[in-house]
């Protein structure tokens, strides 16, 4: 069983940064793909950004060139870069990984984002 816990979140005004961080523990052996997303108020949870475990990524069309996904097998952690943040990036964070072998994937509990205008 893998555990994610994220950090990173907070306040911060429009035009600002923030990086999201996203360490993983217990059954690490094997995770493949990492992700990010986010879920606003009243929407769906949404993918933010991904990334596999060879280094491939890819982005929401609305967060590309702003946010930046990056990992550190080495130390079991995922990380989102994110500036020129936008009031409409508001929502809580969820960090995900997969392990394509089991067919299983695991959430962390979310970290709250607020972009204010």
């Known amino acids: 069983q893998v555990q994610l816990v994220e950090s990173g979140g907070g306040l911060v005004q429009a035009g600002g940064s923030l990086r999201l961080s996203c360490a993983a523990s217990g059954g690490i052996s094997r995770i493949d793909a990492m992700g990010w997303y986010r879920q606003a108020p009243g929407k769906q949870r949404e993918l933010v950004a991904k990334?596999?475990?060879?280094?491939?990524?890819n982005y929401a069309d609305s967060v590309k060139g702003r946010f930046t996904i990056s990992r550190n097998n080495a130390k079991n952690t995922a990380y989102l870069q994110m500036n020129s943040l936008k009031p409409e990036d508001t929502g809580v964070y969820y960090c995900?990984?997969?392990?394509?072998?089991?067919?299983?994937?695991?959430w962390g509990q979310g970290t709250q984002v607020t972009v204010s205008s």
């Open positions: 995900k990984a997969e392990k394509y072998y089991v067919n299983s994937e695991y």
């Open positions: 990334i596999s475990g060879g280094g491939r990524t």
